[in-house]
């Protein structure tokens, strides 16, 4: 029995200690909150800031504590804490601390502040090296950075400023990333009571290193193109050295305007001309403008045969002015000029679209014959064409590559011969 009774005796004590253990463990203070308090309203991200240093001290000293051990040493904890954070504190004196022991500890902290406050602040905007039209997107993008600066700054005492420093940093950090990630800022603050910040706009790399610009027309002469082409390199040049990130991010701003720019000029209204322009932002960008008029088409090319039987006809000038009377339909006036002979050969038509194909028929004035024309774009530069006059039973068929803007290449066959055709397109 005695064995029996010192077992139950055992148990019945541990019992009591496990009981005993569980309550205190029930009772400690798990987490802290701070409260912060002050005469003047404290800038809600420096009021962030000093509850998260008095959360720290508070946690140091309070975390893990029996709460009522803690409330017995209460006012100690609550020296030690006014203690601590007043001598890191600049700005601001510690009126006075209380804690409030519980699972989640409460730390109250009264402040005064030192002397005058700031009342406003005002931010001077510097863009280092950017294009007119880029800087007035940046500035568009910063339109809020004064109210970042003023949630920090607008109500802290003047002494204070230093020590805010580094929340100022971050606030201007956190605006940067989600308005304009593309750049970065430093700033000098001229600190009073109406304060002064005087903030500088970076670039961030990848920066647009070369650009180069490609212009077409289906309708418009090169000339006519090259003649425009100085306002345009201008527009493509400005690029350089901006973000490639920002002007993915403002691109369609960017295309709209340099299309403005080129539909602006008297003739090209007087056409109709639209053109449309696409920007590929990268660290070698490159820009596309189509010019295209609404009611017109004119094309002027020269053309060299090379290993032609015919002399007399290898080389030629050809001049298209065609009138749009609807979208798929046109009425054109053609000629052929031949300088080795002086010869015009004069011609009028119609041309129907149908799908990537131009069917035409024309009548020549010269030969006074119907002439029947086929043209299908293959994509990628390449073009077929076929022509069949009915007079002389004679047809001509051609594979022609765009090497670029202003220069093909055809290769050319008939059922007399065959030969190379060399196309500038003016």
Not at 108 to 121: D, G
Not at 365 to 378: H, P, W
Not at 389 to 418: C, N, P, Q, S
């Amino acid at each position: 029995m005695d064995r029996k009774r010192r077992v139950i005796f055992s148990l019945l004590l541990f019992l009591c200690s496990f009981i005993n253990f569980s309550v205190e463990a029930a009772n400690r203070i798990e987490d802290v909150a701070v409260e912060i308090v002050s005469e003047q309203t404290v800038p809600p991200k420096i009021r962030e800031r000093m509850a998260e240093s008095v959360k720290t001290i508070g946690s140091q000293i309070l975390a893990g504590e029996i709460i009522e051990k803690a409330a017995a040493k209460k006012s100690e904890k609550e020296f030690i804490i006014h203690q601590v954070f007043d001598k890191i504190l600049v700005g601001y004196s510690v009126r006075k601390v209380t804690v409030s022991p519980g699972e989640t500890a409460k730390i109250t902290v009264e402040l005064v502040p030192w002397r005058e406050t700031i009342k406003s602040v005002s931010v001077d905007i510097n863009i280092e090296g950017m294009p007119k039209e880029v800087e007035t997107l940046v500035r568009q993008d910063l339109a809020g950075i004064t109210n970042a600066f003023d949630e920090v700054l607008t109500g802290l005492p003047v002494a204070a400023a230093d020590w805010s420093n580094g929340v100022l940093k971050s606030a201007m950090k956190d605006y940067f990333v989600k308005n304009l990630p593309e750049f970065w800022g430093d700033f000098d603050i001229d600190v009073e009571k109406n304060t002064k910040i005087n903030l500088n706009v970076f670039p961030k790399l990848p920066v647009v290193r070369t650009a180069e610009l490609f212009m077409r027309s289906d309708t418009l002469p090169n000339l006519m193109l090259f003649d425009r082409r100085e306002v345009l390199e201008k527009e493509t040049n400005k690029f350089i050295g901006v973000p490639v990130a920002f002007i993915e991010r403002h691109k369609e701003s960017f295309e709209g305007n340099m299309a403005k720019k080129l539909d602006s000029f008297a003739d090209f209204k007087k056409m109709g001309v639209t053109t449309n322009v696409s920007v590929a932002p990268a660290e070698n960008l490159s820009v596309t403008s189509r010019s295209n008029a609404k009611y017109y088409r004119i094309r002027v090319s020269g053309e060299a045969d090379v290993g032609r039987k015919r002399t007399d006809d290898d080389m030629r000038f050809r001049l298209h002015a065609g009138r749009f009377i609807s979208d798929n339909d046109e009425i054109f006036f053609a000629a052929d000029v031949y300088p080795k002979n002086i010869r015009i050969r004069p011609a009028v038509g119609y041309m129907r679209k149908i799908l990537k194909s131009e069917l035409s028929l024309k009548y020549d004035f010269n030969a006074k014959r119907m002439v029947a024309g086929v043209t299908k774009d293959l994509g990628h530069g390449f073009l077929v064409r076929y022509e069949y006059r009915w007079t002389d039973k004679m047809w001509e068929a051609a594979l022609r590559y765009k090497l670029h803007d202003f220069i093909g290449l055809e290769y050319v066959r008939d059922k007399d011969d065959r030969w190379l055709r060399i196309i500038s397109n003016f």
